[in-house]
């Protein structure tokens, strides 16, 4: 090979290394927005079931403040 060759290949296989770093460093930021979505799905599930609890809540304490007369609406 020549010397142009060579350091060609040289360049190319440095470029190689990068790209693999740079294809691991993509994947490593993609399980951790995987991991992100999971929590933010969890943590909105239970907002939502907080949400049913105090709407229930709130029917069966309109329910007791009608049946006492006590209801405003």
């Known amino acids: 090979m020549t010397e142009v060759e060579n350091l060609m290949l040289e360049h190319l296989k440095r470029?190689?290394?990068q790209l693999s770093r740079v294809e691991e460093k993509i994947e490593e930021t993609a399980s951790e927005m995987r991991s992100m979505k999971q929590h933010m799905g969890a943590f909105l599930t239970s907002e939502a079931?907080?949400?049913?609890?105090?709407?229930?809540?709130?029917?069966?304490?309109e329910r007791i403040e009608r049946r006492l007369d006590l209801y405003e609406g």
């Open 15 to 17: 470029f190689q290394g």
């Open 49 to 61: 079931n907080r949400d049913i609890g105090r709407a229930q809540f709130r029917l069966r304490l």
